[in-house]
């Protein structure tokens, strides 16, 4: 199970502590990636246990998304898309809720890392795929204000990445990514319009 979305943001400080690095977040949806459905090991009922912390099941839209609802968040499940794709929740009866299938998530299970949080760990993407990742999906929003609020995480993330001197990582990944995902990058990159960024990754 793996984090992904803008509540990574904040979990990123620790990454970034020697640059400076924004952690701002404005949205209540919390996501969490299953990267491998079929892979656990006991079954669970989510629901069941977080109802004692206020958390009631919920529905999006007309095929039955189920989401898990708290006055101060909302939780949803994510599985990466295969084949055709399918626009019918993907159950997980290991969870006891099911999943949201889509595009491109494959990429931020590929390469991620644990962050300590009290006494246990979190796993999110590596902020390069977040990145980049975020560089693609904003550009099919729907809705411009969620689209802005990628690009802006995107940006944010990218110029953390160069100040650490990590510009040779993020380029490596970049240019090892489909040639049509690296095109959708370098389109959401010249959108944004960050000419550091920009500089830094795609002119050489």
Known sequence: MIMIGSWCIPFYEGYFAEVKYRKTIRTR??????????????????????????????????????KLEHPELMVEFLVPERGKGTDKPVELPGLGVNAVALRFLHFLSDNTIKVKIDDFHLTLPHPVSFALHKLIIFQRRRKDEKAVKDREAAINILKALIDKGETPEVRKTLKALPTKWQKKIADGLKIAGNKEVIKALLMT
Not at 31 to 47: A, E, G, T
């Open 29 to 66: 949806d919390v996501d969490f990636l299953i990267s491998s459905p079929s892979s656990f090991k006991k079954n669970v009922n989510l629901p069941e246990l977080l109802r004692d912390l206020g958390f009631v099941i919920g529905y999006k839209g007309s095929k039955g998304y189920i």
